[in-house]
């Protein structure tokens, strides 16, 4: 049964830095390009960014993007996504991802895998 788990989140203050893991089982992971998406209170999901299978590919939605950087170690079967410069705007659940197929940016391209989702929340 494939699982993909994340954790990190929390209530945490504008600023400063917070690294959200997903630990994946039950699939080869080298074989799926990663991914994370967020979803705040009364929106919808949206894309975070992406990173392939190999090569370390990635991809950023513009309102993350020089602020969070995503990375995989596939000797874990972990991806993280770093939170850097966090705003009060980047409080949602946030969910990890995986495809096969590759690399995605919208929840519509055939995502075969999500974790449940970890909830950051940023306040001062």
């Known amino acids: 049964q494939v699982q993909l788990v994340e954790s990190g989140g929390g209530l945490v203050q504008p600023g400063g830095s917070l690294r959200l893991s997903c630990a994946a089982s039950?699939?080869?992971?080298?074989?799926?390009?990663m991914g994370w998406f967020r979803q705040a209170p009364g929106k919808e999901r949206e894309f975070v960014a992406t990173i392939s299978k190999g090569f370390g590919i990635t991809y950023y939605a513009d309102s993350v993007k020089g602020r969070f950087t995503i990375s995989r170690d596939n000797a874990k079967n972990t991806e993280y996504l770093k939170m850097n410069g966090r705003k009060p705007e980047d409080t949602a659940v946030y969910y990890c991802?995986?495809?096969?197929?590759?690399?995605?940016?919208?929840?519509?391209?055939?995502?075969?895998?999500w974790g449940k989702g970890t909830l950051v929340t940023v306040t001062s």
């Open positions: 039950g699939l080869t992971f080298s074989n799926y390009a």
């Open positions: 991802a995986g495809r096969r197929a590759g690399i995605f940016t919208t929840a519509s391209e055939g995502i075969e895998y």
